[in-house]
T-cell receptor, first 113, second 113 residues
Framework: GAVVSQHPSWVICKSGTSVKIECRSL??????MFWYRQFPKQSLMLMAT?????????EQGVEKDKFLINHASLTLSTLTVTSAHPEDSSFYIC?????????FGPGTRLLVL | AQSVSQHNHHVILSEAASLELGCNYS??????LFWYVQYPGQHLQLLLK??????LVKGIKGFEAEFIKSKFSFNLRKPSVQWSDTAEYFC???????????FGKGNQVVVIP
């Protein structure tokens, strides 16, 4: 149980385009999901908390207009990187809460050219 | 804000050796504590967690961790490692009323056959 999926696993895009990443809880409902960013050889940095049916809560220093989060259902949250630039290239990971424990998706590798 | 410290970022040891990874956190109130493992090319998986009760927690794959409240620590141990334990290990903490996790920087563990 407690499986979280992400799509796509890999995305390469041109600078200036927008990229949408999906996070799904496959066998449970999650009112809260989280989005992280992981730089090479570094830890996970929490970007935002995604709440079903309400606005996301962003961590300090994260641009909410750049990283749009939509949590439209109890099993799906999306992160859209708008007008992506090379510095947005990173590994984006989502997690979902089940019984007070976070379960993580496999991550999405974004490369902006 | 919570902070989590993991020392000795790179650990190299031989099969059958014992492993202990330190984790210290800063929050003085009620905490939930987690160890996650990230095998090469895979997503974060939960190794074990502590919410309350017996401070010695058993996890998967022979791992255990001990919560010592007076030392603000939650060290991970395995008596005899295998090559397949090669991975990155992350300690994470949230305060009891908040699901937002703070992660340590991780320990890169390499087990030599």
């Amino acid at each position: 149980g407690a499986v979280v999926s992400q799509h796509p696993s890999w995305v390469i895009c041109k600078s200036g385009t927008s990229v949408k990443i999906e996070c799904r809880s496959l066998d449970f409902q999650a009112t809260t999901m989280f989005w992280y960013r992981q730089f090479p050889k570094q830890s996970l940095m929490l970007m935002a908390t995604s709440n079903e049916g309400s606005k996301a809560t962003y961590e300090q220093g994260v641009e909410k207009d750049k990283f749009l989060i939509n949590h439209a259902s109890l099993t799906l949250s999306t992160l859209t990187v708008t007008s992506a630039h090379p510095e947005d290239s990173s590994f984006y990971i989502c997690s979902a809460i089940s019984k007070e424990t976070q379960y993580f998706g496999p991550g999405t590798r974004l490369l902006v050219l | 804000a919570q902070s989590v410290s993991q020392h000795n970022h790179h650990v190299i040891l031989s099969e059958a050796a014992s492993l202990e990874l330190g984790c210290n956190y800063s929050y003085g109130g009620t905490v939930n504590l987690f160890w996650y493992v990230q095998y090469p090319g895979q997503h974060l998986q939960l190794l074990l967690k502590y919410f309350s009760g017996d401070p010695l927690v058993k996890g998967i794959k022979g791992f255990e961790a001990e919560f010592i409240k007076s030392k603000f620590s939650f060290n991970l141990r395995k008596p005899s490692v295998q090559w397949s334990d090669t991975a990155e290990y992350f300690c994470a903490v949230n305060d009891g009323g908040n699901n937002r996790l703070a992660f340590g920087k991780g320990n890169q563990v390499v087990v030599i056959p």
